[in-house]
């Protein structure tokens, strides 16, 4: 009986550091990431758009892209920054 109480022990041990530790601390990145959002910031939203931060109210953000002005939810956010081109063979 010790021996398959250890069994489970080990499998939610495994459980919690290959399924819900890792998605808890993407999701702090995530968060982190959202919250030090500023002004003139290139970003990148879950639909494709990439444009620059030019105001941010609450939930709401106002992005330029190209000519266009754009308002996004700051939860459609995925990347801030600018991404480097992909250069090489395969590019």
């Known amino acids: 009986m010790m021996v398959l109480m250890l069994q489970i022990a080990g ?16 999701r702090k990145r995530a968060e982190a990431m959202l919250a030090a959002l500023k002004k003139g910031d290139e970003i990148t939203t879950a639909g494709g758009i990439v444009g620059k931060v030019r105001d941010i ?30 250069t090489g063979p395969g590019a």
């Open 57 to 86: 109210k609450d939930a709401l953000i106002t992005i330029e892209s190209g000519s266009s002005t754009l308002i996004v939810e700051r939860s459609r956010i995925v990347r801030v920054g600018t991404q480097k081109a992909a």
């Open 11 to 26: 499998i939610l041990a495994v459980m919690y550091f290959l399924f819900i530790r890792p998605q808890s601390q993407a």
